[in-house]
């Protein structure tokens, strides 16, 4: 892939209507450094998760943990307490050595190619809040589990495997709610034609459309989305301002008195406009809507509450073997939050990748099918010049090496799409 990125210095000929040359080298240009950045963060990894393999960091670290909760009065018999302090450190040193990758990718590269709306003060406010609210979820969810797996019986795996059904389930349904609203600004979209053509939509395909939100995309990223969520009679869309061409702040001038929030964010006016007009902003939200229509949804939460019931179940099986823990440095003792990340995340690794490969080829399937949906409810025309638009704001390289789009791609690549849409567009 990275040999296309190099050597496609051209636009070639089947792209010629939809992408003009120099959007296209600053995508290809875009994308080489993504693509750079990526394999050196990739190795970085790779050599750290390996080291502290060999050097025994987890056994350290949990021996370290036991220190600590020993000195707090909790001795070597309260292991949910020495589990959730090991859990703290680990976060945290993951945290604290990923940090400057992550300044990297935001200040650098995403800075120079003109995505980045964070300042460094905003960047370390949103990391330190992430980090305190992970946490709040992390550590009562983890000694939770643990409590129920040491209580469980030889039928602990299924008691594990619905409360964490349960748990994910709660956590979507709050996300939006509770948790997002924490990081970034929702407000509900204005009264006006926009809106009302939404909930006209949503209400010729049945779908029980309760609210619709813009959130402020852009006080971190000039990059576009949009989303729904909630179970049952109560579904809320949501789409980022950047998404909306008539309210995008990065295609506005600020205002007068507007110099408080530049403390925070930064305020960068575009030559060009960024963003769709209404009727493409329906069309991507009919490919969305077609997600919800056609069952993708239930379908993926079903297949992942399926494998997650077939890892806790090879867990069972597989936790009693002393040889597992004895094989990362743990001769004495065997504690059950160590044992789930040796099986789930070492020992299920080759399986890991084979599944994910799997959900790929099927997401793509769907995002065909969602299009499709698209294109039936008329919307074909103003979806292609969609997607094109986005592929510009999103600066995307739409030509890839097959076996690298096979592989990573879990939405199919553009002119694909783009194909699939042409008779109907033409039509």
């Known amino acids: 892939q990275r040999r296309v ?10 792209l010629g209507q939809i992408m003009d040359s120099e959007t296209f080298e600053k995508s290809r240009l875009y994308q080489l450094d993504k693509s750079t950045f990526s394999f050196w963060s990739g190795l970085y990894s790779e050599v750290e998760g390996t080291m502290i393999l060999l050097c025994g960091g987890i056994p350290f670290l949990w021996n370290l943990s036991g220190q600590i909760s020993g000195r707090a009065g909790f001795g070597p018999e309260y292991e949910i307490v020495q589990s959730l302090v090991f859990l703290l450190l680990a976060t945290l040193f993951s945290a604290v050595t990923g940090l400057p990758w992550s300044l990297y990718n935001t200040f650098v590269i995403e800075e120079k190619h003109g995505f980045n709306q964070q300042t460094l003060g905003f960047f370390f406010k949103d990391a330190i809040k992430k980090f305190v609210v992970t946490q709040c979820i992390l550590l009562p969810v983890t000694s939770l589990l643990l409590y129920i797996i040491k209580i469980g019986g030889d039928y602990f795996f299924i008691y594990a495997w619905l409360f964490t059904l349960v748990v994910s389930l709660v956590l979507v349904t709050i996300y939006a709610d509770y948790i997002a609203p924490l990081f970034d600004k929702f407000i509900p979209l204005p009264e006006g034609e926009l809106k009302q053509q939404i909930e006209t939509m949503a209400k010729s395909i049945d779908f029980p459309l309760t609210k ?184 995307g390289f739409p030509v890839s090496d097959w076996i690298f789009s096979m592989w990573h791609y879990s939405h199919p690549p553009l002119l694909e799409r783009l194909q699939a849409l042409k008779d109907a567009k033409q039509e």
């Open 5 to 14: 990125y190099r050597t496609t210095t051209h636009v070639p000929r089947e």
């Open 212 to 395: 619709v939100y813009v959130v402020e995309g852009s006080k971190r990223s000039s990059h576009s989305n949009a989303y729904f969520y909630g179970f049952f009679k109560n579904k809320r869309i949501v789409l980022f301002d950047t998404l909306l061409e008539d309210y995008s702040a990065l295609n506005k001038e600020p205002a007068e008195g507007e110099d408080g929030e530049n403390e925070e964010t930064k305020s960068k006016t575009k030559n060009k406009k960024q963003g769709c007009k209404n009727e493409e902003v329906l069309a991507v939200l009919g490919h969305e809507l077609g997600h919800w229509k056609l069952g993708h949804t239930v379908k993926n939460i079903i297949i992942s509450q399926m494998n997650s019931f077939l890892c806790f179940f090879l867990f069972a099986v597989l936790i009693g073997r002393k040889e597992l823990f004895a094989a990362f440095g743990f001769y004495d003792t065997q504690p059950t939050l160590i044992g789930l990340m040796i099986i789930f995340q070492f020992i299920f690794s080759p399986y890991n990748e084979v599944l994910s490969f799997c959900l790929t080829v099927l997401s793509r399937r769907f995002e065909f099918q969602a299009d499709a949906f698209a294109k039936e409810l008329g919307k074909a025309k103003d979806l292609y010049s969609a997607l094109i638009k986005l592929n510009k704001d999103n600066l």
